[in-house]
């Protein structure tokens, strides 16, 4: 594809003060600090467009930008000394320093995860060495936008570090409109939501934390509240690794008015999963299951994982393949695991806490009890000290 012609685009954040104090004998001017405008543009790789964007790629991805430095005249200014380059959204993978000798700077920047229209930000912020006397301008420019699609749960999700995602720290947007991402768990500070499009085990479940309980149907603005089996038209948030386990806060979202589904039944973890972080993190937020579950006869008062249970309300259960995993207890307070428990099956939302996998049974049944009394209360889990 033929590169695109560059399009001179500059914003200003930080400009030079120049006072003027008059009077009858005294005129003071204090200089300004140069430049005022810094013009940056795509010389080379595409840019998609609104109705065209790129693949979203968590691999790196390099344009060759252009970068102008103009006075308060909109005259070239010569400098020499060092910018800082950003992308927003996505992750910078080469040094943020660019040097620069002249007027005019060409240079590859190389970053991945942009999602939306994403931009190239160069700024001048001071030199790299603090030593060098110079003063920052505190210009910034900004690039035309490079467009690329909003990423998918699983394309968010999918690492090779189960304690992590592509853009933590950061605003994201979950692509939604034309997905199925469903709410599969509602609790009482936030809601779980499993992309359907994709199949199980990849990566495409997330926890959503809202503070509260989720919003319910509104009569007086007609707004569609969060249940069991909707589908999610828009998903934005602050994404965070609460306790290794990615979540979405402060979020943004819409449901689509079409109908509750009922979904599937929880995924059946697969023996060769449990033990692995990373393909246990393909599961992760989302509703999974286990048959051959047995509290361990180990537990028992004066134990480390009895002391875990008093503090956290999380007690183990080892599987036929000698795996162990952990259930949370703040849905079904009423049962007291005792060692030796067969249990068979358990099933709900799938969370870690610092490698260590968690369960979160929904009610009683899904722990193979009978229901007695209301359901307990689902909620994120609680903190716990990590381990050395």
């Not at 994982?305 to 999380?314: F, H, K, S, V």
């Not at 067969?342 to 969370?351: D, E, I």
Request: net charge negative; with cysteine; charged share 20%.
């Amino acid at each position: 594809m033929s590169p695109q012609p560059p399009r001179r685009v500059g914003v200003v954040i930080g400009l030079g003060l120049s006072l003027v104090a008059t009077g009858c004998t005294n005129t003071t001017t204090r200089d300004r600090v140069e430049p005022t405008f810094i013009m940056v543009s795509v010389l080379d790789g595409e840019v998609g467009s609104a109705e065209a964007p790129l693949p979203f790629s968590s691999e790196p991805t390099t344009r060759r930008m252009r970068v102008e430095l103009l006075d308060i005249q909109q005259q070239p200014w010569t400098m020499t000394g060092d910018l800082t380059v950003e992308i927003k959204p996505g992750n910078l993978t080469v040094s943020p320093w660019v040097p620069i000798d002249g007027s005019t700077l060409e240079a590859d920047v190389t970053f991945k995860n942009g999602f939306g229209p994403t931009r190239v930000w160069f700024s001048d912020l001071g030199d790299k060495d603090i030593d060098s006397g110079r003063k920052a301008s505190f210009a910034t420019g900004v690039s035309e936008p490079i467009w690329f699609t909003i990423p998918t749960l699983s394309e968010l999700n999918r690492t090779d570090d189960h304690e992590t995602n592509q853009l933590a720290q950061q605003f994201t947007e979950v692509r939604c409109l034309d997905r199925e991402v469903r709410v599969t768990t509602v609790g009482t500070d936030g809601f779980w939501v499993t992309d359907m499009a994709d199949p199980e085990g990849s990566y495409n479940s997330m926890f959503i934390y809202t503070f509260n309980r989720p919003d319910e149907d509104s009569a007086e603005t007609g707004k569609r509240g969060i249940y069991v089996g909707r589908r999610l038209t828009l998903l934005t948030g602050s994404n965070q690794e609460y306790l290794a386990t990615t979540q979405l806060s402060f979020p943004t979202y819409e449901v689509s008015d079409e109908a509750e589904i009922t979904m599937p039944d929880p995924a059946l973890l697969p023996s060769a999963a449990c033990g692995d972080n990373d393909a246990l993190e393909g599961y992760e937020g989302g509703l999974v299951r286990v048959e051959d579950a047995t509290v361990p006869t180990s537990f028992k008062s004066g134990t480390e994982e009895y002391d875990d249970y008093l503090a956290y309300g999380q007690w183990p259960i080892t599987l036929s393949t000698g795996c162990t995993l952990y259930v949370e207890s703040g849905a079904v307070p009423e049962y007291i695991p005792r060692g030796g428990d067969a249990l068979g099956l358990v099933q709900g939302t799938l969370s870690e806490v610092w490698g260590k996998w968690i369960i979160q049974p929904r009610d009683a049944t899904d722990l193979n009890l009978t229901p007695s009394g209301p359901p307990g209360r689902l909620s994120r889990l609680p903190a716990r000290p990590k381990s050395p």
